[in-house]
Structures are given as structure tokens and as C-alpha cells.
């Protein structure tokens, strides 16, 4: 017995150092850093400073905020990395191949140890899963908050411990802590507790009691920045889905109940033309076939409300670019299914079972190749290809060219006239590197984080200047258009050099 379980241990440990080259194989090159990622840093670098925070960033719904907590854990890496971004880049890669372990327990408890296995498999080669891992933002570690939670679901229903409930709540706490999107995984819960009633387990009175104290501390900040703030998360919420038709049944976008989860096959699963449509088939037919054996009855509807956790949001969602994290780990019963299959395949032959798990190896091997290199996709990140490599690359050129003399820099920028981005990189790196930082050569929109001193006035700045224009995706041409020519009528372009994306000018006065 302790023989299988350090041989299981193994097997358990080989599969997570999978998923950990997977999510390093092009770092630190990948590394994606914009202005949510400088906005963050700076926030939680003031804690330290002792300005404590019980409110997260802006949410898209206008008026609704994510929770604060991320920021402390935030903070205390980038005070290890003095500023760095690339050590929590490290731990959030490293954070998410730790669900191998997660989907493990979770599928030996529906299944066996070898569907649980195969899952951690397919998790580790996911395409989805990396992008997650390579996004430096609060929704990434959400990803096994929501393990958390199905893992304590799955405890409780299936193993009949109550134990699982105070795991379910935390996971539950925490989860809408770092992605406020998740708060629809209370109607999951619910929903379990009244299509799984008669699986609960006894349960005493002090889980109760632990249960409800963990859900309201992992939420705690949420509560205090309610009362400070007058309880606009909960007003914002409310007008948003009640004085916004097109947020109401009558504004559904009923094409994303087949699109999202043909989305989670191609990133997960298969993602090779017209086989991801038979694998989106041989899904369906697989959950009618739990449905229909009294033994995995109860298990495909867990899977299928776990499922429709993940795609009911998208219903609301009518943009045509579909964001990933509206409900992080919907996906996840697709890999634990797929991996089911791959077993039951293997007791017919287990070249056939060896054959579809590299089917899956190469198809997320082909996306996390063509994708990967260049940081997060818009699915995670709107403005693509802002990639730390580029940035250091772009300011490094800056003081060559200057050769110790003072220059001003101006960009264009992503959010529009917001210097929070390069005004985290000089400070931080350029700062500690060169000694001095650029005054910044142009408009800054007020109100946002950043310490460059600005300086509009054109004929009080040094005779040499940057211009530097960001990644295009997300900016508009005419702005590109209008940035070159308000430039140009003091500054003459003497070089232009660019560094990945971004491109960089040179100028001297006229």
C-alpha cells in the first residue's frame, strides 16, 4: 500500500514538472507587462508604505471592483524582487501547474487514479492552462480557487465529508476575491446543494459554524469596502443587469452556449480543423452516455452543471472577441472527461489511448508554439505583444542613443495618454540601471499611477527626444496618424528602430 502511494506520489510529481516546462518553455522572453500589470505593481508596493487597501482594480462593469487581497501577495514578491515583475511572473507559472494536483484528487474521487492521471495530463499540455499561467493579474490565481472549489463539492457530494463544505466555501471566498466574474459560481453552489440533496452528508453543527466564518474572511475586504463605499458593488451590479436590456434574458446570446465550449476543445483539447467539431460531438455523446448508465449518472450531471457554469455567463457576453476569465476553470470537466474516455479507450488498446493523448500533446504543443512567445493572447489581454523583453529592449537603446545626455520620451500609449507603463519601467529598472529617469515629453492623463515628471511645454525640453508608439492592436489609426504629425512640427525623426511591437524614434529638435 505505501509502495502505490509513493509510486503514485511520483507519477504525480512528473506530471506537475511537465506542466512546469510547458509554462517556461519561452521565459522570459513571454513575459507580458501593460498597464494593468505597472497599475498593480504600483498598488501593491504601497502597502508597504502602509496604505492598506480593502478595494481591488476596476471591474468592466462600470462602478464594480475585484478584490483586494491579491495585492498583499503581490506586494510582498515584488518587495523580494525589488520591483521585479519577473519573480512573480516565476510564481504565478509555477502557481498554476499545481492544479495537476487538484484535478488529480478530483477525478480519482469521480473516477480512478488513471482518469485522474490522464486529466493531469491534459492539464499540463493545456494551451489555456499556460496562457493563464502566463498572465500577471489578479484572475490568475482564481484558477485553483475554482479547483478549491469543486474540489470540496466533490468531497461532499461523492465522498459524503463534510469537510468538503468548509473546503467549498473557501474556495468559493476566494475565487470571487480575485475574479468578481465568479460570483456566479454562488448559483453552482446552490444549484448543487438542490440537485445533490439527498448525497449531503450529516452535517454537525461546528462545520456550519466554520464553514460560514471561512466564506465571510476570504470575502472580508469585499464587506469592508461595501460599507465604506455605500454598497456600489451591489447598486452597480443590480442597475447593471436590471436597467440594461440587452444584460436580461431578452438580450442572451444563445450562439455562445455552442462556441464556448467549442472554444474550451480547441484550447484544450483539440485544436486541428474539423476534429474539434467531431470531439465537440463525441462530448455530447460521451455526457449522454453518463446520463443513461445508473452509475455515472450522478457524476455526468455534476460534470454537465459544472460545465454550464462555465459557458451560462457567456450568454451575456456579446462582444466577439469572448474574454477567458468570465468564469475561470468552466473547462475543466471537458479534461477529466476527455481523460475518462482515454481510459476506457486503453482496455481496448492502449496504442489507441497512447495515440489520442498525442493528438492532444501536438494540437496544444501547435497553439502554445505559435502563441506563447509573444506573451498573453487578446483573450486574456486586449493590447497584445507587450512583452517586458521588448520594453527593456526599447529603454536600454534609449540611453545608448543618449549617451549620458538628458532626453525626454513620450509615448503612445494603451490606455490613451496613461504613462503608467513606462513610468513603472523607468522607475524601476532604468532608475537602478542608469542612475537618472527622462522627463516625460507630453500629455499624462491625470489621476493614474505613475511618477515621471511631465513637461508639455516643448521648447523647455531637452534638444533630444523618444517618441515610442505601442503595440497598434486596440489603437486606433487616426490616433497613430495624429501622433506623428503633432510630433512632427517640433521634432525631426533622425532613426526609427523597432523592438518586437513596439516601435521607438529617435528625434531632434527642428
Known amino acids: 500500500m505505501k509502495s502505490q502511494k509513493s509510486e503514485r506520489n511520483r507519477y504525480l510529481i512528473l506530471i506537475f514538472f511537465l506542466a512546469v516546462i510547458v509554462r517556461f518553455l ?46 498583499y501577495l503581490f506586494g510582498v514578491i515584488y518587495y523580494l524582487a525589488n520591483g521585479s515583475p519577473i519573480l512573480l511572473a516565476m510564481f504565478l507559472r509555477a502557481y498554476n501547474a499545481f492544479g495537476v494536483f487538484l484535478i488529480f484528487l478530483i477525478s480519482k474521487i469521480l473516477f480512478d487514479n488513471r482518469t485522474g492521471y490522464v486529466a493531469g495530463i491534459i492539464y499540463a499540455l493545456s494551451f489555456e492552462q499556460s496562457q493563464y499561467a502566463l498572465f500577471i493579474g489578479h484572475p490568475a490565481l482564481a484558477v485553483l480557487t475554482v479547483f478549491l472549489f469543486y474540489y470540496g463539492l466533490t468531497k461532499l457530494f461523492f465522498e459524503k465529508k463534510e469537510s468538503g463544505l468548509i473546503i467549498t466555501l473557501l474556495g468559493l471566498g476566494l475565487s470571487i476575491q480575485f475574479h468578481i466574474a465568479l460570483i456566479f459560481l454562488i448559483a453552482t453552489f446552490i444549484a448543487c446543494l438542490i440537485v445533490f440533496r439527498s448525497r449531503l452528508p450529516r452535517i454537525n453543527k461546528n462545520t456550519y459554524i466554520y464553514s460560514t466564518l471561512t466564506f465571510l474572511l476570504s470575502t472580508l475586504t469585499y464587506t469592508l469596502s461595501e460599507f465604506k463605499f455605500g454598497f456600489n458593488t451591489i447598486k452597480s451590479l443590480s442597475d447593471y443587469f ?15 452556449l455552442y462556441l464556448i465550449p467549442l ?44 460545465l454550464l457554469s462555465g459557458v451560462l455567463p457567456y450568454l451575456f457576453e456579446h462582444s466577439s472577441l469572448t474574454i477567458y476569465y468570465y468564469t475561470i476553470g468552466g473547462s475543466i470537466p471537458l479534461l477529466i472527461i476527455a481523460a475518462y474516455i482515454v481510459t476506457r479507450i486503453a482496455k481496448i488498446g492502449r496504442i489507441l489511448a497512447y495515440g489520442f493523448v498525442v493528438v492532444i500533446l501536438l494540437s496544444n504543443l501547435r497553439l502554445i508554439n505559435r502563441y506563447n512567445r509573444n506573451g498573453t493572447t487578446p483573450s486574456i489581454n486586449v493590447q497584445d505583444k507587450m512583452l517586458l523583453s521588448d520594453e527593456l529592449a526599447a529603454i536600454d537603446y534609449l540611453y545608448k542613443k543618449s549617451d549620458g545626455t538628458p532626453y525626454s520620451v513620450y509615448a503612445l500609449t494603451n490606455p490613451y495618454k496613461i504613462n503608467t507603463t513606462w513610468s513603472y519601467i523607468f522607475e524601476w529598472y532604468a532608475r537602478r540601471k542608469y542612475g537618472f529617469i527622462p522627463v516625460w515629453g ?34 486606433p489609426e487616426g490616433l497613430v496618424e495624429k501622433f506623428q504629425v503633432e510630433e512632427g512640427y517640433f521634432w525631426k525623426v533622425t ?16
Open 263 to 306: 472554444r474550451f476543445i480547441e484550447h484544450n483539447l483539440i485544436s486541428f480543423p474539423k476534429l474539434s467539431y467531431i470531439t465537440f460531438l463525441a462530448t455530447v455523446l460521451a455526457l449522454v452516455y453518463f446520463l443513461k448508465q445508473k452509475k455515472l449518472r450522478t457524476i455526468g450531471i455534476f460534470l454537465i452543471t459544472w
Open 442 to 475: 507630453g500629455d499624462a492623463a491625470q489621476g493614474f499611477k505613475g511618477n515621471l515628471i511631465v513637461n508639455t511645454h516643448q521648447s523647455e525640453l531637452p534638444d533630444l527626444k523618444f517618441t515610442i508608439i505601442e503595440p497598434r492592436r486596440g489603437i
Open 495 to 510: 532613426e526609427e528602430k523597432s523592438f518586437g511591437e513596439i516601435i521607438v524614434q529617435e528625434r531632434i529638435r527642428k
Open 26 to 71: 519561452y521565459f522570459p522572453k513571454d513575459i507580458y507587462f501593460a498597464y494593468d500589470q505597472a497599475r498593480d505593481a504600483y498598488v501593491s508596493q504601497e502597502i508597504f508604505a502602509g496604505d492598506m487597501k480593502i478595494q481591488g482594480p476596476p471591474a468592466s462593469f462600470p462602478g464594480v471592483y475585484h478584490g483586494s487581497v491579491f495585492y
Open 242 to 256: 436590471i436597467f440594461n436590456p440587452e444584460n436580461s434574458i431578452y438580450g442572451m446570446n444563445i450562439k455562445n
